[in-house]
């Protein structure tokens, strides 16, 4: 229970400090937002990357004096704490980032439960992403979004992280610090 009433107050400061919110967002956009997240995990298992990364910084002392290509990995992360967390689970983070901003924003943490749905035996992360689309879906229906569906998401992806050795707490702690040092919209997004 520790766990739920963490997460509950991390939900509430991801809201509060990075939330997406200019005015109320229909329920398909915030659902089409957290299928692009899944998406995005999956394209960087097809690209062969590692489960986290961190792309090349103009600021790190390391990276420094060298071109900065896109999405080139640098190899001392541990030399700034600029860089920008990257790769499979992270991406899975920002889907879980993006649930946990819509439970705050809708003042539902009550129905954030990690113990609604005990999750599947280990699968490969294309299966996973399979499963997270096929809840993220269900939870939306004609009355808006059902958080406890989506919550399910939340479970899901925790079990898979730490399944991989990672610490999906600390994951998401690094990436949310990561985004309160980053514009509302950033690189020119609508949505």
Known sequence: MDE???LTEIAKEIHEAHGWWEEDRPAYEIIALI??????A???YRAGRPMVWYAVNCD??????RPVMHNEICEGYECNENH??????VELIDGVIRILDYIAACKETHRLDLTLYEY?????????????????????????????????NVKAVFDWIGRQGLDPIELLMKKH?????????????VC
């Open 84 to 89: 920008k967390p990257e790769g499979i689970a």
């Open 177 to 189: 610090e990561y985004n309160k040092t980053r514009p509302y919209r950033h690189g020119g997004k």
């Open 120 to 152: 599947m035996q280990p699968v490969a992360l294309p299966e996973l992403v399979a499963h997270l689309h096929d809840f993220t879906s269900r939870s939306w229906h004609s009355m808006g979004i059902d958080a406890r569906i989506l919550s399910i």
């Open 35 to 40: 299928h692009s997240e899944w998406s995005e």
């Open 4 to 6: 739920l009433i963490n």
């Open 42 to 44: 999956l394209e960087e």
């Open 60 to 65: 790190c002392v390391i990276c420094k004096n």
